[in-house]
T-cell receptor, first 115, second 115 residues
Framework: DAKTTQPPSMDCAEGRAANLPCNHSTISGNEYVYWYRQIHSQGPQYIIHGLKNNETNEMASLIITEDRKSSTLILPHATLRDTAVYYCIVRVADIGGAGSYQLTFGKGTKLSVIP | NAGVTQTPKFQVLKTGQSMTLQCAQDMNHEYMSWYRQDPGMGLRLIHYSVGAGITDQGEVPNGYNVSRSTTEDFPLRLLSAAPSQTSVYFC??????????????FGSGTQLSVL
C-alpha cells in the first residue's frame, strides 16, 4: 500500500469548513483513498472513499487531485462533535493473495474544533 | 441491528494467563479483522478473515490466535499474555473485502491490561 503523510494536528473554528490534507505521492492508479475518524477512545468510523473522482456524502467531501498524489477531506461546517483523529488510508485495488487485504492506519491528524 | 459487538470492555490479566476476546457481528459481513491500538499510535492489524474457515495474519500476529467457524463470530485468543500486549483491541467487519467494499464497521473496543 502507498504511504500517506498527514499533519499531526489542526484547529478549526466551529461552523467553518475543516480541510484536512493528505499526501500520497507514491499512489498507483488502482489504489483507493479512504478516510476514517476516531473520536476519543471509540472505534474508528468510516467517512468516505474514492478512486479518481471527487466524492461527497452526508458527512464530508473528498477532493482528489488530478495526479492523485494528494487529497483533501472537507467537513463543510465543523461542529464540536467533529473533534477527532482523522486517518487517510490508501489501499491497493487488486484482489491479491493472502496478506494483500490490509487497511493500514497511520497516526492521522488530530482535528480540534474550537468554539 | 447491534452492529459489531465486543466483549469484554475491560480486562486485567496476569502475565502468562490466557483469554479470549469475543467479537460478533450481525450484518452478515464476509470480512472481519482485529486491530490493536497503543497510546499515540495508529491501529495495527493483528489477524483478519475473508470468510468462515479462512484466516490470515496481519502486521502483528505473534502471540495471538484466531478462528472463524461462523460468519458472525471472530474470537481473538491470547495464548500467554505478556505486558507488551497491554493495548486497546478493536474488532472490525465489512460486507466485502473486494476493492471499494472496505467500509469497515468497528466495535467499541476492549481495553486490556497485562500486569
Amino acid at each position: 500500500d502507498a504511504k500517506t503523510t498527514q499533519p499531526p494536528s489542526m484547529d478549526c473554528a466551529e461552523g467553518r469548513a475543516a480541510n484536512l490534507p493528505c499526501n500520497h505521492s507514491t499512489i498507483s492508479g488502482n489504489e483507493y483513498v479512504y478516510w476514517y475518524r476516531q473520536i476519543h477512545s471509540q472505534g474508528p468510523q468510516y467517512i468516505i472513499h474514492g478512486l479518481k473522482n471527487n466524492e461527497t456524502n452526508e458527512m464530508a467531501s473528498l477532493i482528489i487531485t488530478e495526479d492523485r498524489k494528494s487529497s483533501t477531506l472537507i467537513l463543510p461546517h465543523a461542529t464540536l462533535r467533529d473533534t477527532a483523529v482523522y486517518y487517510c488510508i490508501v489501499r491497493v485495488a487488486d484482489i491479491g493473495g493472502a496478506g494483500s487485504y490490509q487497511l493500514t492506519f497511520g497516526k492521522g491528524t488530530k482535528l480540534s474544533v474550537i468554539p | 441491528n447491534a452492529g459489531v459487538t465486543q466483549t469484554p470492555k475491560f480486562q486485567v490479566l496476569k502475565t502468562g494467563q490466557s483469554m479470549t476476546l469475543q467479537c460478533a457481528q450481525d450484518m452478515n459481513h464476509e470480512y472481519m479483522s482485529w486491530y490493536r491500538q497503543d497510546p499515540g499510535m495508529g491501529l495495527r492489524l493483528i489477524h483478519y478473515s475473508v470468510g468462515a474457515g479462512i484466516t490470515d495474519q496481519g502486521e502483528v500476529p505473534n502471540g495471538y490466535n484466531v478462528s472463524r467457524s461462523t460468519t458472525e463470530d471472530f474470537p481473538l485468543r491470547l495464548l500467554s499474555a505478556a505486558p507488551s500486549q497491554t493495548s486497546v483491541y478493536f474488532c472490525a467487519s465489512s460486507y466485502s473485502y473486494l476493492p471499494g467494499g472496505e467500509k469497515l464497521f468497528f466495535g467499541s473496543g476492549t481495553q486490556l491490561s497485562v500486569l
